[in-house]
Structure formats: structure tokens, C-alpha cells
């Protein structure tokens, strides 16, 4: 099955950190590139970070400094790393990628893909 899975939310205190994982399966990253995103309750979605195949980043200004974006191709997975969390970054993250399919009917297809989401809650 092609897919996103994120893992690594949970609840943290003000100035803690935590990492979150995107992993792909069925499938690889293509050489597009591969985009944390975030939404809180009411508020639209929004870019986190991307990261290019090539490493290029590009973070949202409220994050700068504090998260950090990185990609382990080999493993298929791309990690945010977050520190000093504040309240306000409490929302759902989600991955974004465009994956190259790599078995079943579809191998060799490009399919852009949502991971499911996963809550990050800080309090204060």
C-alpha cells in the first residue's frame, strides 16, 4: 500500500522538543520535495518545512532556529526535529510528498500523498 505514516506527536511541555517521523512505504520519495505542514483547531493549513532531494530548505518563519528538517533517503523517511515548542506550534502535522510507486499496478507511477496526521499538543 502507498502511504505516508507520521509518527512521533504527543504532549510536551513548553520548551521541550520532540521529533516527528514521515515514513514512505510502497513507494520512495520522488525528487520533489517533501513538505512538513501543520494545522490547528480553526486555522487553515500551513508550511511547516520543506526539504528538496537536494537538501535545499525552506521553514516558515514562526519555526526558524527551533525546528529542524532533515531526510534519510536510504530509509525512506523524513524527520522534523522541534525544539523549544511553544503553545502556539500545538496542531496536527502532517507529511506531504510526491512518492514514486514502486510495486503493485501502479509501479512507476507518481501519486502526491498526505500522511494521516499526527497531534502535537503543548502546554504551557
Known amino acids: 500500500q502507498v502511504q505516508l505514516v507520521e509518527s512521533g506527536g504527543g504532549l510536551v511541555q513548553a520548551g521541550g522538543s520532540l521529533r516527528l517521523s514521515c515514513t514512505a512505504s510502497?513507494?520512495?520519495?520522488?525528487?520533489?520535495?517533501v513538505g512538513w505542514y501543520r494545522q490547528a483547531p480553526g486555522k487553515q493549513r500551513e508550511l511547516v518545512v520543506a526539504?528538496?532531494?537536494?537538501?535545499?530548505?525552506n521553514y516558515a518563519d514562526s519555526v526558524k532556529g527551533r525546528f529542524t528538517i532533515s531526510r534519510d533517503n536510504a530509509k525512506n523517511t523524513v524527520y522534523l526535529q522541534m525544539n523549544i515548542l511553544k503553545p502556539e506550534d500545538t496542531a496536527t502535522y502532517y507529511c506531504?510528498?510526491?512518492?514514486?510507486?514502486?510495486?503493485?499496478?501502479?509501479?512507476?507511477?507518481?501519486?502526491?500523498?498526505w500522511g494521516q496526521g499526527t497531534l502535537v499538543t503543548v502546554s504551557s
Open positions: 510502497g513507494s520512495i520519495f520522488s525528487s520533489n520535495a
Open positions: 526539504i528538496t532531494s537536494g537538501g535545499t530548505t
Open positions: 506531504n510528498a510526491r512518492l514514486l510507486v514502486t510495486g503493485g499496478a501502479l509501479t512507476g507511477k507518481y501519486l502526491e500523498q
